[in-house]
Nanobody
Framework: QVQVVESGGGLVQPGGSLRLSCTAS????????IGWVRQAPGKEREGVSC???????YYADSVKGRFHIFKDNAKNKVYLQLNSLKPEDSAVYYC??????????????????WGQGTQVTVSS
């Protein structure tokens, strides 16, 4: 059984940075893609970023150039570095993984297993 756990959210001022981390036990980064999806109150879930087994990465246009996804296969962890944060980045961020090997871009509903989410709040 796959369990996904995120950590690293919090309150940060506009322009600041955060690093989110994700572990997917029961899965492995060698065989499955992992991505991040966020949801703000009253809004649809938005696919933010995804990394495939071959290291290919995908980003939503809204975060391109500011967010960076990377993985540590030895630790079976994926990280999402959030830079130059804006108030509109405030949301619950979910880590998720899929049964396949490759990301379907940043499509928010491509995943089979989800974490519980971590809150990111960008405010002065």
């Amino acid at each position: 059984q796959v369990q996904v756990v995120e950590s690293g959210g919090g309150l940060v001022q506009p322009g600041g940075s955060l690093r989110l981390s994700c572990t997917a036990s029961g899965s492995t980064l060698d065989y499955n893609p992992i991505g991040w999806v966020r949801q703000a109150p009253g809004k649809e879930r938005e696919g933010v970023s995804c990394i495939s087994v071959d290291g290919s990465t995908y980003y939503a246009d809204s975060v391109k150039g500011r967010f960076h996804i990377f993985k540590d296969n030895a630790k079976n962890k994926v990280y999402l570095q959030l830079n130059s944060l804006k108030p509109e980045d405030s949301a619950v961020y979910y880590c998720a993984t899929a049964r396949g090997a490759y990301c379907s871009g940043t499509y928010a509903y491509q995943y089979d297993y989800w974490g519980q989410g971590t809150q990111v709040t960008v405010s002065s």
